[in-house]
């Protein structure tokens, strides 16, 4: 209890900039004792039980552990503010091992060292001063239920704040280390009238930006002068769950043919192990690890810029998803003010992926003789396991629904990737029937069409029992297809390393004139721009991340780093050299900063 001022002050450190209103003094002060000093007081619990008849032993280890515990929220508000990245220990023993590398002066460490002996002369102050306080009876019921409470407040003042975008509550999140707050939809919805939270408005003022951990795009987007010919429409198609390796003349022939009028990339990266990151990095391109902020500050940032652009240019939009965009808050951070399209008739996915498909043609055929160009996306669920498809696509045998509850390291995957397969072809051939429909309105001649995916998909392609998507970030997961049709381009094939971060830029800049350096709106850069140097790849999952290095994978978790191969997870990978390390963190800090000053695109 004696730790808990010192515990609140030093996160305090992050977010000393805000302006607290009362809502948010509750809920961060919610934070503080719920989510940081609950699972402090849990753990001394259990040294204590655990070392009952060893009084001493029970003390010098809760001492070390408060101590460890409050250097670690210190020296990460040290980082942050310089960096804008949470330590983890894959970035603290950047810090311990390369600290030059960071760019700061040497004596920063002492000075960090200093401050450790300056925590630990505290700490000994503290608990001498404990042992001379008078404890009440139920001292740590009373506490411990106290801290369980506001845990609990915290956490459904930020369920119903993310509902309703209100970024006052959800741009703390990014500011604050290792939290990873609550999220429901079906209950904010239901209960979240119960609670004084509404939603922040757009057209938000200077003053608003205080709240704001994001700083994108970095200046005002300048685009040229009128582009000499009609703006072409872009369609973008997106197979669930499509594998780098399974674009070919058997399994998608009607993709397959397109490709061999279209740029086709080779070794293309998703942004994401899973489809929200996957998403999001090919509309903002941006690194996955700037999702978090993004929801947190979505009121602000409006769109990315891609979306702003065609909305500049009055493009009609028809977005076909069945992919809980709304839930996912997909549709508040990329298609905000854009109807998304999520409701198909029929009882199968099959039936509903087609009727998705009779959606979007009758959108082609209404922009057909439009004066005002279009964008559409088609997501389409049936190559998601359970893998589904109508009989007439069970071309690949024997073919066999999968049940993880009884795969091991040596089960054969082949049963497993012919039903996957067959639902890759039933999509194929809906892709097909769109394909055609833009032939028959002849619009082909001024549509950029992009086909590719949101994830890969694994088969236990290493004997490691490793089976769909968002479990780890080896090429079965990470690389997938990439087709582009521009009508203005020669076929060709591409073969150095791409990713979805580059989609957004290579349209910006090729197709609407952007002159803006990328660097001031993207981590990414031109699907066409090869380059010499070496290219650290981040790709995103449900709560962690990975660097890709050539054919090394660091698995980032808070408290360890996982090293293997990018073709093969049983396979060690070694130590990533610091010049890299120091671009990494370049990128995946670059858009967070002082936003007080930052104007919107």
């Not at 999220?183 to 919805?189: E, I, R």
């Not at 970095?218 to 390796?245: H, Q, T």
């Not at 094939?493 to 803006?516: E, M, N, V, Y």
């Not at 408290?559 to 120091?582: E, F, G, H, V, W």
Request: glycine share 6%; charged share 15%.
């Amino acid at each position: 209890m004696l730790n808990v001022p010192l515990i609140c002050s030093t996160l305090l450190l992050n977010i000393r900039h805000v302006d607290f209103t009362r809502l948010t003094w509750v809920y961060i002060s919610c934070v503080f004792i719920g989510y940081y000093v609950f699972p402090l007081l849990f753990v001394i619990i259990l040294i204590s039980l655990f070392f009952f008849s060893l009084r001493r032993v029970a003390i010098c280890c809760s001492g070390a552990i408060i101590t460890i515990f409050v250097y670690y929220l210190l020296l990460d508000s040290f980082m942050y503010n310089i960096t804008k990245i949470h330590i983890d220990f894959f970035w603290l023993g950047y810090v311990f091992n390369d600290f030059s590398g960071l760019g700061l002066p040497t004596p920063t460490r002492h000075t960090l060292l200093v401050a450790l002996l300056g925590i630990i002369a505290v700490e000994v102050g503290i608990f001498t001063v404990a042992r001379m306080v008078r404890k009440p009876k139920c001292l740590i019921l009373t506490f411990s239920l106290l801290t369980i409470l506001a845990f609990g407040v915290s956490q459904v003042i930020h369920i119903v704040a993310y509902q309703r975008n209100n970024n006052r509550i959800t741009s703390l999140t990014p500011h604050l280390p290792a939290y990873i707050p609550f999220t429901s939809h079906k209950n904010a919805v239901k209960y979240g009238g119960l609670l004084p939270i509404g939603e922040t408005e757009s057209g938000v003022t200077s003053k608003e930006y205080q709240y704001s951990s994001l700083n994108y795009p970095l200046s005002d987007m300048k685009y040229s002068a009128p582009y000499g010919k009609k703006l072409p429409n872009i369609v973008i198609i997106l197979l669930e769950s499509w594998r780098f390796d399974m674009m070919n003349d058997a399994v998608s022939p009607n993709i397959f043919a397109l490709s061999q009028k279209s740029s086709m990339f080779l070794k293309h990266f998703s942004s994401g192990n899973q489809t929200t990151c996957g998403i999001f990095g090919m509309f903002y391109g941006l690194h996955p690890t700037y999702w978090t902020a993004v929801k947190a500050n979505s009121t602000l940032i409006d769109n990315p810029v891609l979306i702003d652009v065609l909305k500049k240019n009055k493009y009609s939009f028809g977005i076909y998803a069945k992919s809980k965009f709304e839930r996912h808050k997909i549709k508040d951070t990329i298609f905000r003010g854009i109807e998304v399209h999520e409701s198909f008739s029929g009882k199968s996915i099959p039936d509903q992926d087609k009727d998705l498909t009779r959606q979007l043609i009758s959108f082609l055929h209404e922009q057909t003789g439009s004066q005002r160009p279009f964008m559409a996306l088609a997501f389409f669920k049936s190559s998601h396991c359970p893998y589904c498809y109508p009989e007439a696509h069970a071309l690949f045998r024997p073919a066999k629904e999968i049940n993880l509850a009884f795969t091991s390291d040596g089960t054969a995957p082949e049963y497993y990737l012919n039903d996957y397969r067959n639902s890759i072809h039933y999509v194929d051939a809906l892709v097909g029937e769109i394909i055609q429909e833009l032939e028959s309105l002849r619009a082909l001649a001024n549509t950029i069409i992009i086909i590719t995916t949101d994830h890969g998909e694994e088969f236990n392609d290493n004997k490691a029992n490793y089976w769909g998507h968002g479990s780890n970030f080896t090429q079965y997961q990470t690389r997938v297809p990439l087709i582009v049709y521009f009508p203005d381009k020669e076929p060709q094939r591409i073969t150095h390393a791409t990713s979805h971060i580059d989609i957004a830029p290579t349209l910006l800049q090729d197709f609407f004139g952007c002159t803006s350096d990328i660097l001031d709106y993207s981590n990414g850069r031109s699907l066409f721009d090869k380059q010499t140097e070496m290219r650290p790849f981040v790709i995103g999952s449900y709560f962690n991340h990975a660097f890709i290095v050539e054919n090394s994978v660091y698995e980032i978790y808070p408290m360890y780093t996982k090293k293997y191969k990018l073709n093969d997870i049983t396979l060690k990978a070694s130590r990533p050299r610091p010049d890299i390390l120091k671009i990494i963190m370049g990128e995946i800090n670059r858009f967070y900063g002082d936003t007080g000053t930052s104007k919107h695109h």
